[in-house]
C-alpha cells in the first residue's frame, strides 16, 4: 500500500464500494423475495460513479497540499506566483526538479568557495610567517647584545629589512590579484607598439639578468612597430613577471632567455622560453594558481612568493586572451600569450 497512485487510491475505494453496495442490493433483494435482474448493474454503475467521485476528490486533496509545497519553493526561487493559476501535478514534478539541481548546484558552488577561501588563509598565514618569525629573530638576537657586535649588526638589520620587503611585495601582489578579480582595475586599453614595450622591459632587466648569467634576446626583433590593444602598464608587469621567472629558474651558467613575436592573423602570440629547470608535466595545470610553487626552499631565497604567474594570468584574460606553458624539465620553460593586434 505505500506507493499508492491517486488512481489506485481512488480503484480500490470504488471496488470496495462497489461491492458492499451490490451485495447490500443482493440482501435487500433477496429479504424481499424478488430477484431483480437490475441488481447486475449495481456494480459496474456504483463502481464507475465512486471511481470518478474519488478520483476527483483524491486528486484535489493532494492538489492543495502540494499546491503549499510548490508556492514555498516558488516563493524560495523568487518568482513571483499567480494565485489564481492552477498548476499541473506534472508542471509542479519538473519546478521541483528544477529547484533540487538549483539547490545542488548552489551548494557545490559553496562548498568550493569554502575551500578555497580555507586554503587561501591557509596559504597566507603560512606566507607571512617566515618572515615575520625571521624579522622577531634578527631583532632579539640585536637586542641582546649583537647590536655592539659589528660581525653582525648591520647584515642583521639588512636581513630583517630584506624581510620587511619580502612582506610589502607580497601584500603588493595581494592587492593587484584581489583588484583584478573583483574588477577594480579597469584596463585601460591603448594601441601599442609591442617591439618598444618588449625593447624597454628587456632594457631594464639586463641587469639582473647579467648577474645571473643568463643572456636576454628579444630574436627577430621587427624592424617597423607591432600595433596592439592592450593595457600597457598591464602587459609590461606580464612580460617583467616573465622573464624575471627565467632569469630565476634559469640555468646556473649560461642561462639565455629568448623573447619571439609571432604574427596569427588579427593576434601577435609572445613567446618567453628559456632554457632553465624547467618544470615536470604534473605542475603545469596548477603553475597559475596562487602561492603555487614548484621548488619551495629555492623560490624562498629568491624572494618568491608564488603569486606572479596568477596575476600574469588575471591580466591576460583581463585581455580576452590567453596563456599557455611548454616546459621539460632540464630543458628549459616556454610560456607564451596572445594580444590582439590594434
Ligand atoms: N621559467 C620557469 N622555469 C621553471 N620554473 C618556473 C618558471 N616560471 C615559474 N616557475 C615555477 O612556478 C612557480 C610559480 O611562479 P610564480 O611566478 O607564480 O611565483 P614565484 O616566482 O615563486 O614568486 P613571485 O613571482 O611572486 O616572485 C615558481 O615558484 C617556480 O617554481
Ligand atoms: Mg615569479
Do not use: C
Not at 462497489?18 to 433483494?29: G, H, S
Amino acid at each position: 500500500m505505500k506507493d499508492l497512485t491517486p488512481n489506485g487510491i481512488a480503484l480500490r475505494i470504488s471496488f470496495l464500494m462497489a461491492a458492499v453496495l451490490t451485495l447490500l442490493v443482493f440482501v435487500l433483494d433477496t429479504y424481499n423475495g424478488n430477484s431483480n435482474l437490475l441488481i447486475l448493474a449495481v456494480f459496474p454503475v456504483s463502481f464507475i460513479a465512486s471511481y470518478i467521485g474519488f478520483r476527483i476528490a483524491v486528486e484535489r486533496f493532494i492538489y492543495k497540499k502540494i499546491k503549499v509545497i510548490y508556492r514555498t519553493i516558488h516563493n524560495l526561487k523568487l518568482k513571483k506566483v499567480d494565485d489564481s493559476k492552477e498548476f499541473s501535478l506534472a508542471q509542479i514534478q519538473t519546478e521541483v526538479e528544477d529547484w533540487d539541481k538549483l539547490n545542488k548546484e548552489e551548494i557545490g558552488r559553496l562548498k568550493g568557495l569554502e575551500s578555497y577561501r580555507r586554503e587561501y588563509v591557509g596559504n597566507l598565514s603560512h606566507e607571512l610567517k617566515t618572515p615575520i618569525f625571521n624579522i622577531q629573530g634578527y631583532l632579539l638576537t640585536l637586542l641582546e647584545g649583537g647590536l655592539h657586535d659589528p660581525n653582525i649588526n648591520v647584515s642583521y638589520l639588512e636581513k630583517a629589512s630584506n624581510s620587511v620587503d619580502r612582506m610589502i611585495s607580497l601584500i603588493e601582489n595581494l592587492d593587484d590579484i584581489s583588484k583584478l578579480e573583483s574588477g577594480m582595475i579597469e584596463m585601460d586599453i591603448k594601441k601599442v607598439d609591442l617591439v618598444k614595450l618588449v625593447k624597454e622591459v628587456v632594457g631594464a632587466l639586463e641587469m639582473q639578468a647579467q648577474n645571473n648569467d643568463v643572456k636576454l634576446k628579444f630574436v627577430d626583433e621587427p624592424s617597423k612597430p607591432v600595433w596592439v590593444s592592450i593595457d600597457e602598464s598591464g602587459i609590461n608587469q606580464v612580460l617583467v613577471n616573465l622573464i624575471v621567472n627565467s632569469i630565476k629558474y634559469g640555468k646556473e651558467e649560461n642561462g639565455e632567455t629568448l623573447i619571439k613575436l609571432f604574427d596569427m592573423d588579427e593576434n601577435v602570440l609572445v613567446e618567453v622560453a628559456d632554457n632553465g629547470t624547467g618544470i615536470a608535466e604534473h605542475h603545469l595545470s596548477r603553475l597559475f594558481e596562487r602561492f603555487y610553487r614548484i621548488d619551495k626552499s629555492r623560490a624562498r631565497t629568491s624572494g618568491g612568493t608564488g603569486l606572479g604567474l596568477s596575476i600574469v594570468k588575471h591580466i591576460i584574460e583581463a585581455h580576452n586572451q590567453t596563456i599557455n606553458v611548454r616546459s621539460t624539465p632540464e630543458v628549459g620553460s616556454t610560456f607564451s600569450f596572445t594580444l590582439k593586434k590594434a
